[in-house]
């Protein structure tokens, strides 16, 4: 599955495709099927509003637990916002969904690496 993200020009938030409108919960943004042509087009109607939104792109999705969630640890960080307690930022009414997307098991993966700094 896919969805589409993007960050709005106007507040630099994280936002996500639904019905083309840009949306700032993940729990309602549009998916699609890997290979569906809507997704294409989706993603050529975003990019096509450079005035709202800057490199609106697809992301894979895996789904765990019943739950659809972003398959890379960085979309999982811009999926649940500036903070990822229940009660704070845009995801705060999110609920049951925004938890299961905390605890999404084993499912992503690390698209860079990572330094670690030894303390002396």
């Not at 307690?85 to 299961?100: N, S």
């Not at 084993?106 to 690496?113: I, L, Q």
């Amino acid at each position: 599955m896919k969805a589409l993200t993007a960050n709005r020009l106007s507040d630099g938030e994280v936002v996500f495709w639904n019905g083309g409108l840009w949306i700032e919960r993940f729990a309602d943004a549009e998916l699609w099927a890997d290979n569906d042509p809507a997704a294409t087009q989706a993603e050529a109607e975003g990019r096509a509003q450079p005035t709202v939104v800057i490199d609106a792109y697809l992301i894979d999705l895996v789904e765990s637990e019943g739950v659809w969630a972003p398959l890379s640890y960085r979309e999982r960080i811009r999926a649940l916002g500036p903070t990822n307690h229940l009660g704070h930022g845009k995801q705060a009414e999110g609920g049951a969904m925004i938890e299961a997307l905390q605890h999404a098991s084993g499912a992503a993966r690390s698209t860079g690496r990572v330094n670690l700094i030894k303390r002396k």
